[in-house]
């Protein structure tokens, strides 16, 4: 008995290579080296950010942490 197979590139062999193609290319442009570009956060994002206001003194007095004097 002889198998009587296509050739041609079958359904399923066109979409799983489509698959392989598609994911390939995405990778190659997603690991493509280009220019960095560093952040900056500015004068206001650096400075102190912790205050200690009433409402933080009452959590600590609460709570029983001791406070600073």
């Given at each position: 008995?002889?198998?009587?197979?296509p050739t041609g590139?079958?359904?399923?062999?066109?979409?799983?290579?489509?698959?392989?193609?598609?994911?390939?290319?995405?990778?190659?442009?997603?690991?493509?080296?280009?220019?960095?570009?560093?952040?900056?956060?500015?004068?206001?994002?650096?400075?102190?950010?912790?205050?200690?206001?009433?409402?933080?003194?009452?959590?600590?007095?609460?709570?029983?942490?001791?406070?600073?004097?």
């Open positions: 008995m002889q198998d009587k197979r590139l079958s359904r399923r062999n066109f979409l799983r290579a489509f698959g392989g193609v598609s994911t390939t290319a995405v990778a190659a442009v997603a690991l493509a080296p280009g220019e960095a570009q560093a952040y900056d956060p500015g004068e206001e994002e650096t400075g102190p950010r912790y205050r200690e206001t009433d409402h933080i003194k009452a959590f600590y007095r609460v709570n029983g942490y001791p406070l600073k004097k």
